[in-house]
């Protein structure tokens, strides 16, 4: 079975600001337990809780080159869950306590990172088949890999694959600097290498030398090779489009299972759906929205920004509120301009919106539980795990068609009684509100109709598992 080291800048339980994180943290589990060797390296950030810090081992340190100083590299080791963790110590690069900074300064703490990772495999001997390289700040790692490890034989058999978790970011900043902490010679920052628009990006870097490009579903790995989702490397994306797939993530379902969900309020399963019910009059109660099962109830759990669809939200709140029957709760935080919208519209329609501007987990597992329906209108989607949760608590998703929301949401056929959710397909805030307009007819006229898509909705399998052998296959094809 093979050897594999997810490099990455964050990873769950240690340090995670976004989906990145979670993909980190529950892949190499589940790879592990059929059968792999995957471990996983990230820097050791100030960031990470101290009960986790205690537990790591020292192994050794090494001095790396950055241009002509030598920094400390300290090698820290900690099995968790059944997983080797390594972490890269430097004070000086990670020991704040936010996990980002400014671009100038990512820029040289990952190159320190990503020369650390390559120097540090001869200190604890291991050698993996397969870098599983995630997102910019690990870009550089292929190309450290042919650029400075070609002579040696062990360094020459490993073969790298880069996984875009969203393209947007792409780690750009001017050829002296990243050639200068990074060591790399002037033919390296050539257009089809790594100069980009005048610039250089790690990002280009890695999709350039990976053998294999990954992104995190099969729409997704499409639309980015397009000038509209492109991010400018969509040129390179089609150039590359043989060595490119999208698969998509699952979500961990010792977190997300209504049958043993600690945080809502009332468990259920498929065989006792009705007590979905008591979620929603209680979410109702706490909302204080009329306590009735007769309303539909949609929520929104969401970063507050423009990628998640808000223009559209705004556009035709007041059309989808001129239903009386309709309820909305929205939990978010992000542009205060979205926040602030949000915030009027619970004034405007007190009692039937609410507006919870948080970060609030708990929060987040009684609205998948109690709503009727997820409302989810991206304007892009790499892959989104929301509408897989609320699918998951029998929460129908009400999505638009791009990226991962098109490959996990199958549309209702009221003809044939198939689908699992709500979709559409422009960006469009009256297709939007037309679809919420369906669902409330299924929802209100047609129950057997509505319990059907429900229970197909939970039979769906997003666990890990699918994708974890997906993964699997794909390391044995290089
Ligand atoms: P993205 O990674 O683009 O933000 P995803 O749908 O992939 O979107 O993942 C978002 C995750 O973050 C989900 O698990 C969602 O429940 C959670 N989340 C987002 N906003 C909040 C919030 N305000 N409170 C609690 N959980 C949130």
């Known amino acids: 079975m093979k050897k594999i080291l997810f490099v990455t800048s964050e990873c769950v339980p240690f340090v995670k600001t976004g989906g990145l994180g979670d993909v980190v943290g529950a892949l190499p589990k589940v790879l592990n337990k059929k059968g792999c060797d995957a471990r996983v390296i990230l820097p050791k950030y100030g960031a990470i809780p101290q009960q986790y810090k205690d537990q790591m081992r020292y192994i050794d340190h090494i001095y790396i080159k950055m241009n002509w100083r030598s920094q400390y590299c300290g090698i820290f080791e900690l099995d968790h869950d059944g997983v080797k963790y390594y972490f890269i110590d ?36 291991f050698f993996p088949d397969v870098l599983h390289c995630n997102d910019w700040q690990t870009g550089m790692v292929p190309v450290l890999l042919r650029a400075h490890y070609s002579y040696d034989g062990r360094y020459n058999a490993m073969k790298s694959v880069m996984t875009i978790h969203n393209l947007k970011f792409q780690g750009i900043y001017d050829k002296k600097t990243i050639a200068d902490v990074c060591e790399l010679s002037a033919d390296y920052f050539t257009p089809d290498k790594l100069e980009f628009y005048r610039d250089a990006s790690f990002l280009k870097g890695g999709l350039v ?5 990954t992104t995190v579903s099969p729409t997704y790995a499409q639309e980015i090779k397009s000038d509209y989702f492109g991010e400018r490397l ?3 994306l089609n150039a590359r489009s043989g060595s490119l797939c999208g698969i998509v993530n699952g979500i961990s379902y010792d977190d997300w299972n209504p049958a043993t969900d600690k945080f809502i309020y009332h468990n259920y399963d498929l065989a006792r759906l009705d007590e979905k019910n008591d979620n929603k ?66 004034w405007k329609y007190s009692g039937r919106v609410s507006a919870q501007i948080k970060f609030d987990n708990a ?17 892009f989607e790499p892959c989104g795990l929301s509408q897989m949760i609320s699918m998951r608590y029998g929460t129908l998703p009400i999505v638009r068609e791009t990226g991962g929301l098109k490959d996990t949401v199958e549309p209702y056929n009221q003809y044939e009684n198939t689908g699992t959710g709500y979709s559409f397909a422009n960006y469009n805030a009256h297709e939007m509100l037309n679809r919420i307009e369906n669902a409330y007819l299924t929802f209100a006229l047609n129950h057997g109709a509505w319990r059907d898509m429900q229970k197909r909705a939970m039979e769906k399998d997003f666990s890990w598992n699918a994708s974890a052998d997906r993964y699997i296959e794909l390391y044995n094809r290089l």
């Open 281 to 346: 009059l209680a979410l109702q109660k706490d909302l204080g929205f009329e306590q009735n099962t007769e309303k539909l109830l949609i929520g929104m759990v969401t970063r507050l920004t423009g990628q998640k669809g808000m223009d559209l939200v705004e556009c035709v709140m007041d059309s989808i509120l001129a239903n009386p029957n309709i309820q909305i709760v929205v939990l978010g935080t992000g542009e205060q301009r979205y926040e602030n919208v949000l915030r009027f519209f619970e």
């Open 363 to 379: 929060l987040s597992h009684k609205i998948y539980a109690g709503c009727d329906a997820f409302l989810m209108p991206s304007l």
């Open 209 to 213: 030398y990976a053998d294999y490009i």
């Open 234 to 236: 969509n040129g390179l």
């Open 90 to 125: 430097n004070e000086f690069y990670f020991g704040s306590p936010t996990v980002y900074g400014p671009i100038h300064e990512d820029i040289e703490r990952f190159a320190f990172f990503d020369k650390a990772v390559l120097a540090m495999l001869q200190v604890v001997d």
